[in-house]
């Protein structure tokens, strides 16, 4: 059954006692960027499910939005220092 977009939502989980936190998510790539870190640190990042991730309360973090000036300067520096973003790969667009 394919869910609606608004059904594929993305729930993190984690309280006081525990220094873990439960990754539960319908995002492709977010679901992609815990199966790269989930390899790199077997040890810190478990795939409980499918769609189920154990990570480090420390991975989570809420930050503060980019205003359109610092948004602007990132952009600045980045090209002075010949930074190049990089290419979709082939199929993924």
Known sequence: ?????????TIILYNQAEAAAEVYTHDSRLLE??????????DQIVKKD???????KRCVSVREPYSNQRRKAASERAKAAGYRPPTPKKGSE
Do not use: G
């Not at 499918?50 to 480090?56: D, E, H, I, K, N």
């Open 1 to 9: 059954m394919k869910l609606s977009l608004y059904e594929q939502e």
């Open 33 to 42: 960027k815990l199966r790269r870190l989930a390899e790199k640190y077997p």
């Open 50 to 56: 499918r769609q189920t991730f154990t990570v480090p």
